[in-house]
Nanobody
Framework: QVQLVESGGGLVQAGESLRISCAAS????????MGWFRQAPGKEREFVAC????????YYADSVKGRFTISRDNTKNILYLQMMNLKSEDTAVYYC?????????????????WGQGTQVTVSS
């Protein structure tokens, strides 16, 4: 089973950028679509972005399209989320997760094996 550890969260000003990472253990990382989700206080966990195992296909939530970029380095077993032009509504705990398939999906039920999350706070 792939173990996931997120890092890189922090406090930034609105309009700034931040890159968060998800380090995975095990060779199985390279066989899965990986996704980023986020959960704000009092709200349900929501899809942010995902990327197929080869890195060739990505899919984004409308709320982050054009501002966030998901990528992966299969040689290092790391998943990234580059976030630009951050807004206060991006404040949340960000989680990475592995998918049960190698296709893009925004359905939370498609994902398992969640990390512990990293807090991103955007002040306006």
């Amino acid at each position: 089973q792939v173990q996931l550890v997120e890092s890189g969260g922090g406090l930034v000003q609105a309009g700034e950028s931040l890159r968060i990472s998800c380090a995975a253990s095990g060779r199985a990382f390279i066989t899965y679509t990986m996704g980023w989700f986020r959960q704000a206080p009092g709200k349900e966990r929501e899809f942010v972005a995902c990327i197929t195992s080869s890195g060739t296909t990505t899919y984004y939530a409308d709320s982050v399209k054009g501002r966030f970029t998901i990528s992966r380095d299969n040689t290092k077993n790391i998943l990234y989320l580059q976030m630009m032009n951050l807004k206060s509504e991006d404040t949340a705990v960000y989680y990475c997760a592995t998918s049960t398939t190698d296709r893009t999906s925004a359905r939370i039920g498609t994902y398992f094996n969640w990390g512990q999350g990293t807090q991103v706070t955007v002040s306006s």
